[in-house]
């Protein structure tokens, strides 16, 4: 093996993937990344990085596949991305979720444990674990209290991740990362729904927007920018978990009033409630305190929400008139 920094990404064809990929491309890194065998594989967002990256395949409900990968490719580090992460599908699919966002990352942690314990690990756990929190702003301390499968699997992962850090002296941290959106987002998330469906109207292909709880508070962020967050995680002389979030709050709402009025459109007259869009469960208000990873790693959070709103609108407003296929997860 040369000296060259090697990095397995699970979860590389995501939003956060494809952006870490980009990132640790243009520090010199060898970058691997770890696809399940699908009939119909999915690669829009790392296109451009196919001739750059490494791709293999793994499964994170396969054992024996992430100890192979691992004995394989030597990687110095180790970003698992890899979740089912639609909070209103771990409503319909629980065992699923569970299968890959918690036992999933004990799989990856007792590969490494076993191939190569100096491995540093990365586990992208999620500001769903707070869920009903019982104060805000949220920070490294904060008690948890998931409102959803999703959450709860997250929490296993982050707890998980702690254990083997305690137990094996693995380098292994978590990084509590509060929603961030990017054009690259799943269509099914609410923030890329709001972007399109402004789009879509100002456009004169749409003529309303149809979307659940209006009113949660939420802490959004943009995602290229948290990518740098993880991989400052890993270059410290010591494992620590941090929260990594702006510090600011707002609401789908507020979202809708940014996108259409950037395209000189009044969000009331499109915007619709749908019951059958509702959760079961919701997370009312999530706001993090990010001192530590600003203290510790020199990070902050560069751009504003009404800028990220307008990066993604205007996404959708090229990719709506070049009629590019939509970009699904």
């Given at each position: ?7 397995l ?8 993937g ?6 640790l ?15 119909s594989e999915n690669?829009?967002?790392i296109a451009?990085?196919?001739d750059r990256?490494e791709?293999r395949q793994g ?6 596949s ?11 580090e180790?970003?698992?991305l890899a ?8 409503f319909?699919?629980?065992i ?6 918690a ?10 444990r ?6 540093r ?16 702003p949220?920070?490294?301390s ?12 997250k929490?296993y ?7 083997y850090r305690?137990?094996?002296g693995?380098?292994a941290?978590s990084g509590?990362?509060?929603n ?7 269509r099914?998330f ?7 469906g ?9 003529d309303?927007?149809e979307l659940?709880n209006?009113d949660t508070k939420r802490d959004?962020g943009y995602?290229?920018?948290y990518?740098e ?5 890993l270059q410290?002389d010591r ?5 990594i979030?702006?510090?600011q709050?707002?609401?789908p709402?507020d979202?809708c009033?940014?996108a259409?009025?950037h395209?000189g459109l009044?969000?009331?007259k499109?915007?619709r ?5 509702l959760?079961?469960a919701?997370?009312n ?5 990010a001192s530590?990873?600003?203290?510790e ?5 560069r ?10 609108v205007d ?11 939509p970009?699904?997860?």
């Amino acid at each position: 093996m040369t000296s060259q920094r090697r990095a397995l990404i699970t979860g590389i064809t995501g939003q956060d993937g494809s952006y870490l990929a980009e990132f640790l491309l243009e520090k010199g890194y060898h970058v691997t990344g770890m696809v399940r065998r699908s009939s119909s594989e999915n690669f829009e967002r790392i296109a451009h990085l196919v001739d750059r990256i490494e791709l293999r395949q793994g499964d994170l409900l396969d054992q024996l596949s992430l100890v192979n990968l691992l004995q394989s490719l030597r990687p110095h580090e180790v970003y698992n991305l890899a979740a089912q992460s639609f909070v209103p599908t771990s409503f319909t699919q629980p065992i699923l979720t569970g299968e890959f966002t918690a036992l999933g990352v004990t799989r990856l942690l007792e590969a490494v444990r076993l191939v190569d314990p100096t491995i540093r690990f990365y586990q992208a756990s999620s500001s769903e674990m707070f869920g009903n929190v019982p104060e805000s702003p949220q920070n490294e301390s904060t008690p948890f209290y998931p409102r959803s499968p999703y959450g709860v699997a997250k929490l296993y992962g982050h707890w998980i991740t702690l254990n083997y850090r305690e137990s094996y002296g693995l380098f292994a941290c978590s990084g509590i990362l509060f929603n961030h959106e990017s054009p690259r987002r799943g269509r099914e998330f609410v923030t890329r729904k709001i972007a399109e469906g402004a789009a879509r109207i100002a456009l004169g292909l749409g003529d309303k927007l149809e979307l659940g709880n209006l009113d949660t508070k939420r802490d959004w962020g943009y995602a290229p920018e948290y990518v740098e967050a993880m991989w400052l995680m890993l270059q410290q002389d010591r494992p620590h978990d941090y929260v990594i979030g702006t510090g600011q709050q707002h609401s789908p709402r507020d979202f809708c009033q940014v996108a259409f009025a950037h395209l000189g459109l009044d969000y009331q007259k499109y915007g619709r409630v749908n019951p059958q869009l509702l959760r079961p469960a919701d997370v009312n208000s999530l706001l993090a305190d990010a001192s530590k990873a600003r203290r510790e790693l020199g990070w902050s959070p560069r751009t504003s929400f009404a800028e990220l709103v307008r990066i993604m609108v205007d996404a959708e407003v090229v990719r709506l008139r070049e009629q590019k296929p939509p970009q699904d997860r």
